[in-house]
């Protein structure tokens, strides 16, 4: 019997250890992650929805000058684009190619693309988003390995125009 109650009293010391060791005090406590703000999520970016005439409104956070100006049409029907711009000349350029839409594994719309005539393809991939009611396109260059996330050194939006403006040479 005394046996017994030796083994009873260490039994009651050690949980009486553990039940103070297991306790948390307030200087111990992590603090609770902040809860990231609802967003509304935009339209998904498909070959329907990116379908049209679209006007780069800001690059990099800064508008572009009434003298800089890029206009890009989808088309959804061949999955094609024409794109006007100025950025890399005094005149207006036309180029012309395909692109593709897919998701990745985080499911992010990655919008890729060549140019015709052998030019090859755009030298990156984009992250595409939309806001909710289709107006604005938000590009974020992809980093050199998607797998890491995106490049912020450039990022795009573009506006939905109802069509591109007719240039004279």
Same mark, same amino acid.
């Given at each position: 019997?005394?046996?017994?109650?030796?083994?009873?009293?260490?039994?009651?010391?050690?949980?009486?250890?553990?039940?103070?060791?297991?306790? #948390?005090?307030?200087?111990? #406590?992590? &603090?609770?992650?902040?809860?990231? &703000? /609802?967003?509304? &999520?935009?339209?998904?970016?498909?070959?329907?929805?990116?379908?049209?005439?679209? @006007?780069?409104?800001?690059?990099?956070? #800064?508008?572009?000058?009434?003298?800089?100006?890029?206009?890009?049409?989808?088309?959804?029907?061949?999955?094609?684009?024409?794109?006007?711009?100025?950025?890399?000349?005094?005149?207006?350029? @036309?180029?012309?190619?395909?692109?593709?839409?897919?998701?990745?594994?985080? =499911?992010?719309?990655?919008?890729?693309?060549?140019?015709?005539?052998? +030019?090859?393809?755009?030298?990156? /991939?984009?992250?595409?988003?939309?806001? +909710?009611?289709?107006?604005?396109?938000?590009?974020?260059?992809?980093?050199?390995? =998607?797998?890491?996330?995106?490049?912020?050194?450039? #990022?795009?939006?573009?506006?939905?125009?109802?069509?591109?403006? +007719?240039?004279?040479?």
């Amino acid at each position: 019997m005394r046996l017994f109650r030796e083994l009873l009293g260490i039994a009651m010391v050690a949980l009486a250890i553990l039940a103070t060791g297991c306790h #948390k005090s307030e200087d111990n #406590k992590q &603090p609770k992650p902040t809860p990231k &703000p /609802e967003v509304e &999520p935009g339209i998904a970016v498909t070959y329907n929805s990116i379908n049209g005439a679209w @006007q780069l409104y800001t690059w990099n956070d #800064k508008e572009l000058t009434e003298d800089t100006v890029l206009y890009i049409e989808f088309k959804q029907k061949d999955h094609s684009f024409e794109m006007w711009d100025n950025l890399n000349s005094m005149y207006m350029v @036309q180029t012309t190619g395909g692109f593709a839409i897919k998701s990745d594994y985080s =499911n992010r719309y990655i919008l890729s693309g060549w140019y015709d005539y052998g +030019a090859g393809d755009w030298s990156s /991939e984009y992250s595409v988003s939309m806001d +909710a009611e289709g107006d604005y396109m938000y590009w974020v260059r992809m980093a050199n390995d =998607n797998l890491i996330g995106e490049d912020d050194s450039d #990022k795009m939006v573009f506006k939905k125009i109802d069509n591109i403006p +007719a240039f004279n040479y």
